[in-house]
Nanobody, 125 residues
């Protein structure tokens, strides 16, 4: 059973930076298809960044140039470096894992099978 545990959420001021981590277990792939999503109160969960088997990446337009997704395969850890944070980046951030072979670098919620519990990011103006 795949398990994911996020950490690193905090409260920061606009323009600040945060680094989120997601430690995974229960899978054998060294570079699985994974992603970061976020969900703000009253809004749908949206894909922020995705990483595929060859470590190719994709970003939502809203975070492109500010966020960086990466992983340490040896540690089964996924990262999201967030710079130039804005109040609209405030949300619960979730790590997601996909076993689906029909999606590639997807930012769609339905492309992912397993989810962490989330870590809260709050950006104040």
């Amino acid at each position: 059973q795949v398990q994911l545990a996020e950490s690193g959420g905090d409260s920061v001021q606009s323009g600040g930076s945060l680094s989120l981590s997601c430690v995974g277990s229960g899978f054998s792939e060294t570079r699985p298809r994974m992603a970061w999503f976020r969900e703000a109160p009253g809004k749908e969960r949206e894909g922020v960044a995705a990483i595929a088997n060859g470590d190719t990446v994709r970003y939502a337009d809203s975070v492109k140039g500010r966020f960086t997704i990466s992983r340490d395969a040896a540690k089964n850890t996924l990262y999201l470096q967030m710079n130039q944070l804005k109040p609209e980046d405030s949300a619960m951030y979730y790590c997601a894992f996909s076993t689906r072979k029909d999606y590639y670098l997807s930012l769609l919620r339905r492309a992912y099978d397993y989810w962490g519990q989330g870590t809260q990011v709050t950006v104040s103006s």
